[in-house]
């Protein structure tokens, strides 16, 4: 069986590595575990993309912090990089690999939206225009990036880790359930880390895409947590899918779901001013 398992590794290794051969890749993190890195994807030479101020979208994947997934965004960071933005596949230390707890993978999650601002003028982003994406374990890195009050999540060297918006797919919104709070150092972090329980005001807005077929993370949680934002004038839209379930949206589950998520995804971010209209004869690369 290790023979098997060291095969697949090999295997999965080789295909990330094809997955992500168009990707510069950059060390954002040093740890005691190794170094985490993030996957660039920017916008192709003749796009007509600006050299500067483009928005920067950071996806963060799902598998509950236990593996590495860094390619399951990949064909998300091709469309919105076609579409001008630097898209980011990001990494973040996973218990398989460093032994570590969601903890961890939250603090690299935050490190490395300062890291995208620290860096601005060198990815040629605008630091105000920060869009984070995560699916699962990823949404709630994503969350945990915006949903604190600056008291309890304040800037660091006068860099903030809060984006402008949220793109979030099969979304992990509550932690205090057993199965998750056992991922947790112990259940008074996972209580403290719960999204369901953070919502405020002014938040930025977010889009998020579920399966009514979820069983891994809750549809009913997702409608609670919409209708509690909206009540707090955060503009929060939930697009539900029928007979789908956790993983519907991903390319290689569902050609049909990825499609029509992105191109929800899309619009949401031009109408809100992050991206750029689509010119008429546009075509996704995926």
């Given at each position: 069986?290790?023979?098997?398992?060291?095969?697949?590794?090999?295997i999965?290794?080789?295909?990330?590595?094809?997955?992500?051969?168009?990707?510069?890749?950059?060390v954002?993190?040093?740890?005691?575990?190794?170094?985490?890195?993030?996957?660039?994807?920017?916008?192709?030479?003749?796009?007509?993309?600006?050299?500067?101020?483009?928005?920067?979208?950071?996806?963060?994947?799902?598998?509950?912090?236990?593996?590495?997934?860094?390619?399951?965004?990949?064909?998300?960071?091709?469309?919105?990089?076609?579409?001008?933005?630097?898209?980011i596949?990001?990494?973040?230390?996973?218990?398989?690999?460093?032994?570590?707890?969601?903890?961890?993978?939250?603090?690299?999650?935050?490190?490395?939206?300062?890291?995208?601002?620290?860096?601005?003028?060198?990815?040629?982003?605008?630091?105000?225009?920060?869009?984070?994406?995560?699916?699962?374990?990823?949404?709630?890195?994503?969350l945990?990036?915006?949903?604190?009050?600056?008291?309890?999540?304040?800037?660091?060297?006068?860099?903030?880790?809060?984006?402008?918006?949220?793109?979030?797919?099969?979304?992990?919104?509550n932690?205090?359930?057993?199965?998750?709070?056992a991922?947790?150092?112990d259940?008074?972090t996972?209580?403290r880390?719960?999204?369901?329980?953070?919502?405020r005001?002014?938040l930025?807005?977010?889009?998020?895409?579920?399966?009514?077929?979820?069983?891994?993370?809750?549809?009913?949680?997702?409608?609670?947590?919409?209708?509690?934002?909206?009540?707090?004038?955060?503009?929060?839209?939930?697009v539900?899918?029928?007979?789908?379930?956790?993983?519907?949206?991903?390319?290689?589950?569902?050609?049909?779901?990825?499609?029509?998520?992105?191109?929800?995804?899309?619009?949401?971010?031009?109408?809100?001013?992050?991206l750029?209209?689509?010119?008429?004869?546009?075509?996704?690369p995926?």
């Amino acid at each position: 069986m290790s023979q098997l398992l060291q095969k697949i590794a090999i295997i999965g290794e080789a295909r990330d590595r094809e997955l992500l051969k168009n990707a510069t890749t950059r060390v954002y993190r040093e740890t005691d575990q190794g170094d985490v890195c993030a996957h660039v994807f920017f916008p192709p030479e003749g796009s007509g993309a600006p050299a500067e101020g483009r928005p920067a979208m950071i996806f963060f994947h799902g598998g509950f912090w236990d593996v590495a997934m860094p390619t399951q965004f990949v064909p998300h960071c091709l469309h919105f990089a076609s579409r001008g933005a630097v898209a980011i596949a990001a990494e973040t230390r996973v218990a398989t690999k460093h032994g570590t707890s969601p903890v961890k993978a939250l603090e690299d999650a935050r490190e490395l939206v300062l890291w995208v601002r620290r860096n601005a003028a060198e990815l040629g982003v605008d630091p105000q225009k920060i869009i984070l994406g995560g699916a699962a374990g990823g949404a709630w890195l994503a969350l945990l990036c915006a949903l604190p009050k600056e008291k309890d999540l304040p800037p660091v060297d006068g860099f903030d880790c809060r984006p402008q918006a949220l793109v979030l797919f099969s979304a992990l919104l509550n932690t205090a359930t057993r199965d998750i709070m056992a991922r947790f150092p112990d259940k008074k972090t996972a209580r403290r880390k719960n999204p369901a329980k953070l919502l405020r005001r002014k938040l930025p807005p977010m889009i998020l895409f579920h399966g009514k077929s979820d069983r891994i993370t809750s549809f009913d949680e997702a409608v609670k947590f919409n209708r509690r934002l909206r009540w707090r004038r955060v503009r929060c839209e939930l697009v539900d899918y029928e007979r789908a379930d956790h993983s519907f949206f991903n390319f290689n589950v569902s050609h049909l779901h990825f499609e029509l998520t992105v191109a929800a995804a899309d619009r949401f971010l031009t109408e809100r001013g992050l991206l750029p209209p689509a010119p008429e004869d546009f075509c996704s690369p995926v």
